[in-house]
Nanobody, 123 residues
Framework: QVQLVESGGGLVQAGDSLRLSCAAS????????MGWFRQAPGKERDFVAT????????RYADSVKGRFTISRDNAKNTVYLQMSSLKPEDTAVYYC????????????????WGQGTQVTVSS
């Protein structure tokens, strides 16, 4: 069982940066691939980024490639999403997720989810 708690969301202006954190419980965090997803109002939840258990492999949605960076610190049981050059269309609730396997981009491939943190980007 893994429990995930996101933090770091807030209200920022277009062009600003923000770092989200996702703290995981449990002693086996380093064996889970982690992902970030987001859901804008009235839309489905979309893939943002994923990172392998070792941190070596990362994948990004085209919409955030070059602006967002996913990383993890297995000693702290935490995964991060560094977001830069934020745009109003990045406004969403951001969720982290865990799966006991390789990286994945599909929502239904993840086993555990956090409650989400709101990111609002004003123009």
């Amino acid at each position: 069982q893994v429990q995930l708690v996101e933090s770091g969301g807030g209200l920022v202006q277009a062009g600003d940066s923000l770092r989200l954190s996702c703290a995981a419980s449990g002693r086996t965090f380093s064996s889970y691939a982690m992902g970030w997803f987001r859901q804008a109002p009235g839309k489905e939840r979309d893939f943002v980024a994923t990172i392998s258990f070792s941190g070596v492999t990362t994948r990004y949605a085209d919409s955030v490639k070059g602006r967002f960076t996913i990383s993890r610190d297995n000693a702290k049981n935490t995964v991060y999403l560094q977001m830069s050059s934020l745009k109003p269309e990045d406004t969403a609730v951001y969720y982290c997720a865990a799966r006991r396997s390789t990286t994945a981009t599909a929502e239904d491939q993840y086993d555990y989810w956090g409650q989400g943190t709101q990111v609002t980007v004003s123009s």
